[in-house]
């Protein structure tokens, strides 16, 4: 967007309209949350209705993941030239056709196609929602307004994923896709009411997007990113058959124990963005080390049902301050790319998403217990210090101001 441009939208779009702008893009956040988190409270119903393993239910987790992987840089760089507003909108037409497609499945091989399909535009939506949120708010608070976009997916684990959680399992887990489908419906009519029309950078083309990818510390921030998300899913993954199994809480609880580690998401995806606007990549290795000692005190009272609550929201809390934060720096790593790089933050999330249900769904088929995942998702986040420790390092070698740690 030029100088006269923003000018203009400045002038033409209050405070308060700005504000309501980045609300309607939340929402978009909030049925993305529903669709990717719900479906682990109701795994035990996709089990019963499709005649399948829990490993197996896992792989419907990981290829909506795969999808999402897969999309976000191949629909953000399609999308660099678009007008954003435009875009979005047309992702989330995407999105309403990938769960109409699941609702209608007959069996578990169309499911996953279907749920393949389903992920294919959620990272690149996040990508233009989080940019055009950051444009409008400006510099300074720019991590803060990504933080409510994100915030969205972090509310849905507290409002929407308990309530289709509970419907799913009241009339049948299908239902959840009808409820995602009204809410990326009602996000649409939303963006198109408030959000302005905003232009990428002259300068953004497919090619310089793609030449984007040739940057180093880039890629250290993705596999930061793979890294360390992956132990919040191995746990997550597998949250319903633990609670049940292992705490001894009866299936009718599970909806209000997903909305408490969606308490600490929320929680932690306001403070990962304040904390993001002081120190992008310090958070990052604080949150990252936080998520490590919470998986292991998790899994080690996981037969205590206070302490395994109570470690649960920390570890909501923790791994959820990573988001503001990664996105931020991965923006900031490719600045002659920023759709593609932020579309990437997506995807590594994801990745770690598939790779996390696959490990974990993987050590329980070894017979090493339904604890087993969190433990392996602890060394996961150890790790994930590591490898912010060496982007701070690289990051400490840039000399402009704003790849400032």
Known sequence: MTTAEQTSTKRRFSRKQVAMAILALSIGGFAIGVTEFAIMGLQLEAVEDLGITIPQAGMLISAYAVGVVIGAPVLSILGAKRERKFYALLLLGIFVLGHVLSFLAPNFETMLAARFISGLPHGAYFAVAALMAAEMAGPAKRSRAIAVVLGGLAISN????????????????????????????????AVARYAPRQMPPAKATMLSEIKGLKNKRLWVGIMLAVV????????????????TEVTGFSESSLPWIVGLFGSGMVVGTFVGGW??????????????????????????????????????FLVGVSASALGPSMQTHLIDTAPDAPQLAASLHHSAFNAANALGALVGG????????????????????????????????????MKSPRQAI
């Open 158 to 189: 507290v409002i929407g994923v308990p309530v289709v959680t509970a419907m799913g399992q009241q009339f049948g887990w299908r239902w959840m896709f009808i409820s995602v489908i009204v809410l990326a419906l009602i996000t649409m009519a």
């Open 228 to 243: 360390g998300f992956s132990g919040m899913f191995a746990l997550y993954s597998y949250i319903a058959p633990l609670s």
């Open 275 to 312: 904390a993001a606007d002081k120190s992008v990549l310090g958070t990052v290795a604080v949150a990252m080390g936080l998520v490590a000692v919470f998986m292991v005190l998790f899994a080690s009272t996981a037969h205590i049902p206070a302490l395994m609550l109570i470690f649960l």
């Open 362 to 397: 993987q050590v329980i088929a070894a017979d090493l217990g339904l604890r087993a995942p969190s433990y392996v998702g602890a060394v996961a986040a150890a790790l994930g210090v590591l490898v912010a420790l060496y982007a701070i390092r690289l990051t400490r070698r």
